[in-house]
């Protein structure tokens, strides 16, 4: 056997092996600076690079790629990111992407699908603070916003005297006499119960009154 010509070709493999690692490291960094100095256009260029030229993939890169189509402004691409990076292992990484999906989807008014995605983050990793605080105000908007259906569909239509005396009271607004406006409601409403149509004003006015006793 020929030692030399082992020796020879164990010592060009090696080196090839380190030029690759190397600059696969580099991309990294390089995708990652991009990302931390908000080139997002860059970052996904990079990212994408990392895929294509180096065949590298993880969840962490899903992810990060999805951020920097998010704030690139291309939710599409950014969703489809996202959904690759939920089905991750890592249970902090999946949970974060599903909060991120369901800030995309809130951002496109889909609220319903936005809290599933948020409690689906949760259910990732129930310590995903962000992802908490985002379902419950976006599950108390949805009741309140519920609420204020019902109420709107309930209201009575408002008589014309309902009208002249609303007409009024934004007139007494208008001159900052709040507690004035207050009295003039109050008492056409004992009048007239279709006054309770600007039940909302009524509330309004007695927030701010009591505010200017204080």
């Known amino acids: 056997m020929n030692w030399s010509k082992?020796?020879?070709?164990?010592?060009?493999?090696?080196?090839s092996?380190?030029?690759r690692v190397t600059r696969l490291n580099s991309a990294i960094e390089q995708a990652e600076e991009s990302y931390s100095k908000?080139?997002?256009?860059?970052?996904?260029?990079?990212?994408?690079?990392?895929?294509?030229?180096?065949?590298?993939s993880s969840?962490?890169?899903?992810?990060?790629?999805?951020?920097?189509?998010?704030?690139?402004?291309?939710?599409?691409?950014?969703?489809a990111s996202y959904d690759k990076a939920s089905i991750s292992p890592n249970k902090m990484i999946a949970s974060f992407a599903f909060n991120q999906s369901g800030v995309l989807?809130?951002?496109?008014?889909?609220?319903?699908?936005?809290?599933n995605k948020f409690q689906s983050a949760l259910i990732k990793d129930p310590t995903n603070e962000v992802a908490r605080y985002?379902?419950?105000?976006?599950?108390?908007?949805?009741?309140?916003?519920?609420?204020?259906?019902?109420?709107?569909q309930n209201k009575p239509e408002p008589s014309?005297?309902?009208?002249?005396?609303?007409?009024?009271?934004?007139?007494?607004?208008?001159?900052?006499?709040?507690?004035?406006?207050?009295?003039?409601?109050?008492?056409?409403?004992?009048q007239d119960e279709t006054v309770a149509a600007y039940q909302e004003f009524i509330s309004s006015l007695t927030e701010v009154t009591e505010i200017d006793e204080k």
Do not use: C
């Not at 969840?59 to 969703?79: I, M, V």
């Not at 005396?165 to 008492?187: G, H, P, S, W, Y």
């Open 134 to 152: 985002n379902y419950e105000m976006l599950a108390r908007w949805l009741q309140r916003d519920e609420e204020r259906k019902n109420e709107d």
């Open 38 to 56: 908000a080139e997002y256009e860059s970052s996904i260029e990079k990212h994408l690079s990392l895929i294509e030229n180096f065949q590298y």
């Open 17 to 19: 092996s380190w030029t």
């Open 105 to 115: 989807l809130g951002s496109k008014q889909e609220y319903e699908a936005a809290l």
């Open 160 to 190: 014309e005297f309902a009208k002249r005396k609303k007409a009024e009271a934004d007139r007494l607004v208008e001159q900052f006499r709040f507690k004035d406006a207050l009295n003039i409601m109050t008492e056409a409403l004992q």
């Open 6 to 15: 082992v020796l020879l070709a164990t010592l060009v493999l090696i080196p």
């Open 59 to 79: 969840p962490e890169l899903d992810f990060d790629l999805g951020l920097s189509y998010h704030y690139a402004e291309k939710p599409d691409e950014a969703a």
